[in-house]
C-alpha cells in the first residue's frame, strides 16, 4: 500500500495484489471520490478526476510500457494540460495556468522547471512548433517559446485585432472552446499560420473567419482570406487544411501572392 500524501489535497492511495483483494477506506475530506480502476478495486481519490495536470512517461525504448508511477503533477491540479510541443532540448508543457519545461537525457534524470506562470494557453490546438521554437495563442497573444524565452509576436501589429476572438475563447473556458482556432507551422514555407475564429463562436463545430500568417522572410503578418477554416496542418513541407464547407486547401510554393488553393471534395 503506498500513499502519496495524507496532507495534501488531491493524494491517492495505490496497492496492488496477486490476487484480488477488499480494502475498507473512509476519506479524510468529506465526499472523497473513489476514481480510477486497477484491476478488481479502485484507486482512491479526494478529488475526481485529479490527474488531469498530470504527464506520464514510458520506460526507455518502450512506449507501450508506462508504469503506474511514472509521473509527474504539473501545476494546479485542476487546470488540465492541454499541449505537449517538443523542441531540440525541452519538452514544453502548456496548460491554463502557465508553462512548463521537462529536461533530461533519460527518464531517471527528467527535470521539471516552472518556465512562465503568466502564459496560459487559451485552446489545446493553439500550439506548434516552428524553428525550434513552440508557437501559442495565449492570453497574452501570439508568444514564441524557446530555451531563451519568451518573446511576444503578436504586439503590436495583431494583438488589437486577436483581442475579441481571445476574450471569447477565454470566457468559454477549455470545456467549450470554439473550433477554428489553430497554430500551424511551416519550416519548407517558412511561415506559422494563425486561426482565427469569430468573437461569437462555440462550440467544437465553430469555423475561423480567417487566418493570420507570419512570414518570416518579411518577418511581417498578412491576412489570408480563406474563410470557414476549421484547422491546418504541415504535411511534408507543405500547409494543408479542411474549411467548413468541406473544401481543402494547401499553400502554393509556385506563387508568391496567392497561398492557398480550394479543392472540393
Known amino acids: ?135 501559442a495563442w495565449t492570453s497574452n497573444g501570439i508568444v514564441a517559446l524557446s530555451e531563451a524565452g519568451t518573446q511576444r509576436m503578436s504586439e503590436p501589429s495583431i494583438g488589437v485585432a486577436l483581442q475579441d476572438s481571445q476574450d471569447n475563447i477565454i470566457t468559454l473556458g477549455v470545456s467549450a472552446p470554439p473550433g477554428g482556432c489553430f497554430i500551424t507551422g511551416c519550416i519548407n514555407q517558412e511561415c506559422v499560420l494563425v486561426g482565427v475564429p469569430s468573437s461569437t463562436a462555440t462550440g467544437d463545430d465553430a469555423v475561423a473567419e480567417y487566418v493570420y500568417v507570419f512570414e518570416t522572410n518579411t518577418n511581417a503578418w498578412v491576412r489570408w482570406t480563406i474563410e470557414d477554416v476549421r484547422g491546418a496542418v504541415e504535411h511534408q513541407g507543405t500547409i494543408i487544411g479542411v474549411s467548413g464547407k468541406g473544401d481543402i486547401f494547401f499553400q502554393r510554393a509556385d506563387t508568391v501572392d496567392k497561398y492557398y488553393l480550394g479543392v472540393e471534395v
Open 1 to 135: 500500500l503506498e500513499v502519496s500524501s495524507n496532507d495534501e489535497d488531491p493524494y491517492t492511495l495505490l496497492w496492488q495484489a496477486d490476487s484480488t483483494i477488499t480494502i475498507s477506506y473512509q476519506p479524510r475530506l468529506t465526499n472523497g471520490t473513489l476514481v480510477g480502476l486497477y484491476g478488481v478495486t479502485a484507486v482512491t481519490s479526494s478529488a475526481a478526476q485529479a490527474d488531469r495536470s498530470r504527464v506520464m512517461w514510458s520506460k526507455a525504448l518502450q512506449p507501450e510500457a508506462v508504469p503506474r508511477l511514472n509521473f509527474q503533477d504539473i501545476g494546479a491540479w485542476r487546470e488540465p494540460v492541454l499541449r505537449m510541443v517538443p523542441t531540440r532540448d525541452s519538452l514544453f508543457v502548456l496548460k491554463t495556468d502557465g508553462v512548463w519545461r521537462i529536461t533530461g537525457e533519460s527518464p531517471e534524470t527528467l527535470r521539471v522547471e516552472e518556465f512562465d506562470r503568466t502564459i496560459r494557453l487559451i485552446h489545446r490546438r493553439a500550439a506548434d512548433v516552428f524553428d525550434n521554437q513552440v508557437w
